[in-house]
C-alpha cells in the first residue's frame, strides 16, 4: 500500500536529482525509526548489539538497490530498466523456495511460479502503458545496473529471513547509512536542487514517512515473521495500485490495458493461491495418513501383547 504512493509523490516532488530526494527522504525515514522505537518503548541501546553483517546487509538492500535503479534509468531507456527490475518479485518466490524449511522455507510449486509470471506480464502491461512499446535498444550497462537492482532487492529481502532474530528497529541503521551514502553519490554525481513550492517539501516529507520510511520497517517484519511467497507474489500488486493512484490524483488515466493487466495481477494470484490449498491439502492429508498408521500400529500391538 505504501510503496503504491511512492510514483505519485516523487512526481509531485519536482525536479529533485534521485540521490538528493534519496538522502533527504531516508533522513525522514531514519526520523520516523527513532519515533516508532521510542512509541513502541524500545531502547535504542539493542543497536549496539546489532551483528556487522546485519549492517551490512541493509545497507546492501537499501542503498544498493536505490544506486542501481537510478543508475539503470540515467544509462538505460526507462521503461527497459523498469521491466528488467521488476523480476525481483518473481526473485523472491524463487529464492524462499530454496530456503532451509527450519526458517520459513517451503517447497516451490508450478502455481508459485506461473502466479508470479503472470504478476510480472501485467505490471510489464502497465509500464508500457505509460512509457511506449520497450525495444531495449538502450546501453548494456544501464540494463546490467537494472538486473543488479533485482538481484540485489529480492537476494537483500530473503536473506533478512535469516537474522529473524535481530530487532526491526535496526532499519534505523540502514536507513541512516543509505541517506548518508545517497548524499555522497549526489554531491560527487549531482547538483543540488532546491524544491520550488511547499507542495514539493509536503511530498519530500511524505515519501520518507511512507513509502520510503515506514514501508521499509514493515517489509523487514514481513520478511523476517510473514510468508515470503505471499509477500512475493503480492508485490506484483504495487505498480497496479500505484497506476490506480496516480488516476485518481489526475496523473494518468485508466485505460483497458490497465483493466487487462489488473486481470492478469489478479488471475496469477488466484492461481498462487490454488497452489497454497494444494500444499495444504497435501500437508493434511499426510498429517491424516500418519495417524491412521500410528493407529494401525498401536492395534498390531495390543494384538501381539
Known sequence: MLWSSLTALTTLSGRIPPFELTALTFSGG?????????????????LGRVPWYAW???????LGYHTCYFLALRLAPPLEASLINYLWPLLIVVMAGALPTRVGGRRLRWQHVAGALLGFAGTALILVQSRGRPDFSGALTGYLFAVAAGLIWSSYSVATR????????????????????AALLHVSLENWVWPETGG???????????????AFYL???????????????????????STLVLAALGLAQLTPLLVAAALLVSIGAIIAGRGERSMSVTSETAGAGARVHGLDVGRQADDAS
Open 219 to 241: 517489509w523487514d517484519a514481513g520478511m523476517k515473521h510473514g510468508d515470503l511467497l505471499r509477500l512475493g507474489l503480492a508485490s506484483y500488486a504495487t505498480p497496479l495500485m
Open 162 to 181: 535469516l537474522l529473524r532474530d535481530v530487532p526491526n528497529i535496526a532499519v534505523i541503521g540502514s536507513c541512516a547509512g543509505t541517506a548518508l551514502g
Open 56 to 62: 551490512a546487509l541493509g545497507i546492501y538492500g537499501l
Open 200 to 214: 514539493q517539501w509536503l511530498a519530500i516529507v511524505a515519501l520518507g514517512v511512507g513509502p520510503l520510511g515506514a
Open 30 to 46: 531514519t526520523v520516523v525509526g527513532l519515533i516508532y522505537a521510542r512509541v513502541s518503548g524500545q531502547s535504542l541501546n539493542v
